[in-house]
């Protein structure tokens, strides 16, 4: 597994499964179990608590589509819903793919990478 993130109150821990498969899995430290709140169903993306850990929130690229969805998973419920569709130019999501961060009222944040369009160069004399 990958990209774990532990719950704003230190109960669940959320990962990805391995690099080929990327299901989610939800760990629970009362029980100290993994499971699948999804049941299989691939929603690649890097995985972010919501502020008051209700929710997982996922950035997702669809192939052949320029953008990103934005999708959250209710760990009581274990479903699904989708949030927000985000249309980014492509060439603009960066070498390592989508990125989802929340702000403080769990409005996604993503990151748009420019550094392959702008060079930039720096000169120091160190003594």
């Known amino acids: 597994m990958h990209s774990p ?14 690099p080929t ?26 995985p972010q608590w919501s502020n008051n850990g209700k929710y997982v929130y996922l950035g997702v690229m669809t192939p052949g589509k320029p953008g990103i969805s934005v999708f959250r998973v209710a760990v009581k419920t274990r479903t699904l819903e989708h949030v927000a569709r985000i249309d980014v130019p492509k060439g603009m999501i960066g070498l ?20 392959l369009q702008e060079i930039y160069a ?5 003594p």
């Open 5 to 18: 993130r532990a719950s704003p109150d230190g109960q669940f821990i959320v990962a990805l499964g391995t």
């Open 21 to 46: 498969d990327h299901n989610l899995w939800l760990y629970e430290r009362k029980t100290g179990r993994w499971s699948e709140p999804l049941d299989g169903k691939v929603i690649p993306g890097s």
């Open 96 to 115: 390592w793919g989508p990125w989802l961060g929340l702000a403080p009222d769990d409005s996604p944040l993503l990151l748009r990478d420019q550094s």
């Open 122 to 126: 720096i000169v120091v004399d160190l």
